[in-house]
T-cell receptor, first 116, second 111 residues
Framework: DTEVTQTPKHLVMGMTNKKSLKCEQHMGHRAMYWYKQKAKKPPELMFVYSYEKLSINESVPSRFSPECPNSSLLNLHLHALQPEDSALYLC???????????????FGEGSWLTVV | RKEVEQDPGPFNVPEGATVAFNCTYS??????FFWYRQDCRKEPKLLMS???SGNEDGRFTAQLNRASQYISLLIRDSKLSDSATYLC????????????FGQGTTLQVKP
């Protein structure tokens, strides 16, 4: 079982809605990530937080807004999404961002998002 | 050229077969290498890290060839439960944790 927990597992939202995805890990990891995955494609990196600070934003549209309230929690706030944003959103964590070879990333089960 | 390339398959093999997946990467300075397994509609799960000396875990063997910039995964005695997509993942730099994913190779093991 994954030690990265994501809620909700499924979310359907309208294009004018505001919703949030939540992620929690208790492994003491200092780096947390949001990935987006479309069908039959590999995960695409969206954001990286290291020590609760945003380290990487992969030119993600502002309708996606990440937040890291503390070292164990990561949120993704969603507003005015488009149908093409429908995808699996994966949270992940690792001991550190970068660091020694073998610094492994662990994924949560994901949140399936459908925008209607 | 893609940074990490895999043959997408699908590989259709009978139970008990031995199957090998290959992956090439373009950045010769890449530091870390992994194989992840992803079942349909599930999250990627770490299968193995790949070390220069090669490593084995039960029926699974991973090899790294830095000179050829090539990673392989060998699965012996395939089980029905091995059916999944196998993602080759490379960390190109020790300064970042930004993983580069291959497109994935789909394996279907048939009875």
């Amino acid at each position: 079982d994954t030690e990265v927990t994501q809620t909700p597992k499924h979310l359907v939202m309208g294009m004018t809605n505001k919703k949030s995805l939540k992620c929690e890990q208790h492994m003491g990891h200092r780096a947390m990530y949001w990935y987006k995955q479309k069908a039959k494609k590999p995960p695409e990196l969206m954001f990286v937080y290291s020590y609760e600070k945003l380290s990487i934003n992969e030119s993600v549209p502002s309708r996606f807004s990440p937040e890291c309230p503390n070292s164990s929690l990561l949120n993704l706030h969603l507003h005015a999404l488009q149908p093409e944003d429908s995808a699996l959103y994966l949270c992940a964590s690792s001991q550190d961002y970068g660091g020694p070879p073998g610094n492994t990333i662990y994924f949560g089960e994901g949140s399936w998002l459908t925008v209607v | 050229r893609k940074e990490v390339e895999q043959d997408p398959g699908p590989f259709n093999v009978p139970e008990g077969a031995t199957v090998a997946f290959n992956c090439t990467y373009s950045n010769s300075a890449s530091q870390s290498f992994f194989w992840y397994r992803q079942d349909c509609r599930k999250e990627p799960k770490l299968l193995m890290s790949v070390y220069s000396s090669g490593n084995e875990d039960g029926r699974f063997t991973a090899q790294l060839n830095r000179a050829s910039q090539y990673i392989s995964l060998l699965i012996r005695d395939s089980k029905l439960s091995d059916s999944a997509t196998y993602l080759c993942v490379v960390n190109p730099s020790s300064n970042t944790g930004k993983l580069i994913f291959g497109q994935g190779t789909t394996l279907q093991v048939k009875p």
